[in-house]
């Protein structure tokens, strides 16, 4: 939908492709994540989580456990708090970005700590293992350390992704940043704390929250810059 008195020229090529690819990965995910939860629901197994549980523990060693314990901090509710005020205070007084920005990362990671509770309690999946040193502690799914990691680390890409830095070192630092996320993810199955369907539920919903956050505030800066020209 165009808004009136806007053309397609009055946006960015980085915008129209957030929103439009945007618009595909949350319906595929979306998807994704409820036929995962309805089978969890059901109280059915899945193979894949037998089969990536078997081959862990076949390749597991003390000195990766200990390498995935360091690993998954990066995405405990205690890091992820501090790391996001820490990234809000830096949005809202010392960046050039608009303080939208700062609005919707807030409601990026409020919103998602929220959803993933009300989801956790309405799944009630227990977990392979429970290990409190680990935050391995309640319910299993989604993964809360992964729809964590991807919506923080997710809109820390996106405004790699905006920023005036140049093409190879937005694509350097965005790949890192994106295995980054990944491994907190993966460092749940090394820590036996989840299943892998917890950990793909996780990214695929996180995923979902990141890109609905993202396309609403780039649609408010494109408003935004439409009552700045007309004025």
Same mark, same amino acid.
């Given at each position: ?10 946006? %960015?090529?980085? &915008? ?10 949350? +319906?595929? *995910? $979306?998807? /994704?994540?409820?036929?995962? +939860? ?7 197994? /899945? ?7 078997? @081959?862990?523990? *076949?390749? =597991? ?9 360091? #690993? ?20 809202? /007084?010392?960046?050039?970005? %608009? ?13 998602? &700590? ?7 309690? =309405?799944?009630?999946? !227990? ?13 299993? $799914?989604?993964? +809360? ?17 905006? *920023?005036?830095?140049? !093409?190879?070192? !937005?694509?350097?630092?965005?790949? /890192?940043?994106?295995? @980054?996320?990944?491994?907190? +993810? ?8 989840? @299943? ?6 996780? #990214?695929? @919903? ?12 780039? #649609? ?12």
């Amino acid at each position: 939908m165009i808004f009136r008195g806007t053309r397609l020229s009055d946006i %960015s090529k980085t &915008s129209i492709a957030l929103i439009v690819i945007g618009f595909i990965v949350v +319906g595929l *995910s $979306f998807n /994704f994540f409820f036929e995962l +939860g309805e089978t969890v629901l059901e109280d059915e197994k /899945f193979a894949i989580d037998a089969a990536t549980t078997e @081959f862990i523990n *076949s390749i =597991s060693t003390p000195w990766i456990v200990n390498a995935m314990g360091l #690993i998954t901090e990066a995405g405990s509710v205690m890091f992820l708090t501090i790391a996001s005020i820490i990234l809000a205070i830096y949005l809202f /007084f010392f960046s050039s970005f %608009s303080r939208w920005v700062t609005v919707f990362f807030a409601i990026n990671m409020g919103g998602i &700590s929220a959803l993933t509770k009300i989801l956790k309690l =309405s799944y009630a999946r !227990k977990r392979p293992s429970v290990l409190e040193k680990y935050d391995g502690t309640g319910f299993s $799914f989604p993964s +809360g350390h992964t729809t964590g990691s991807i919506v923080f680390y997710g809109f820390i890409i996106y405004l790699v992704t905006v *920023s005036h830095l140049g !093409k190879r070192l !937005k694509w350097s630092l965005n790949i /890192f940043i994106a295995l @980054f996320a990944l491994c907190i +993810g993966i460092s749940r199955l090394f820590l036996g704390v989840h @299943f892998i369907t917890d950990v793909m539920a996780g #990214i695929s @919903f996180g995923l979902s929250w990141l890109l609905i956050c993202i396309m609403a505030l780039e #649609i408010t800066l494109w408003n935004q810059r439409r009552r700045q020209v007309k004025h």
